[in-house]
């Protein structure tokens, strides 16, 4: 230990460099974690449609309107604080949420998992991931 704090203080531009990467991959890392909470691709979104599951699109309303996938409502991501109201129905049953990417998605999917939904998942790469499959949109 005495070596490294040596070194770095001999060569403080690549101890602070190789700090500043280490941190970049820290977050890299968790922002992937993130993302892949109770993720499905879009496949498994599929089938759980052909099931019976409920799709929302948390993205803005002109972005649901150019182009969504069939059968999914659009829900205001500024509405999940009441969504256990909104949603009360949907509880046990299982519910897909998308965004573009699948950021937004994901904290949703956190916020309601954490007011009791037990069946909520997020499409894995939002709809960029649909889209790169070939997968067809709705257009209102």
């Not at 190789?18 to 993302?35: I, K, T």
Request: charged content about 20%.
């Amino acid at each position: 230990m005495d070596r490294l704090t040596e070194y770095a203080s001999h060569h403080p531009w690549l101890a602070g460099l190789a700090l500043a990467a280490a941190l970049a991959v820290l977050v890299n890392e968790l922002r992937l974690r993130a993302q892949s909470f109770a993720a499905l691709p879009p496949q498994e979104v599929i089938r759980l449609m052909n099931q019976g599951a409920t799709v929302l699109d948390v993205r803005a309303q002109q972005a649901f309107q150019e182009g969504h996938i069939s059968g999914a409502r659009h829900f205001d991501a500024a509405q999940i604080a009441t969504a256990a109201d909104t949603l009360k129905k949907y509880k046990e049953r299982p519910l897909v949420i998308y965004c573009d990417r699948g950021t937004a998605a994901a904290t949703t999917v956190r916020a309601l998992t954490q007011q009791g939904f037990t069946k909520v998942f997020n499409l894995r790469g939002g709809l960029a991931a649909w889209r790169a499959e070939n997968l067809p949109l709705a257009r209102e």
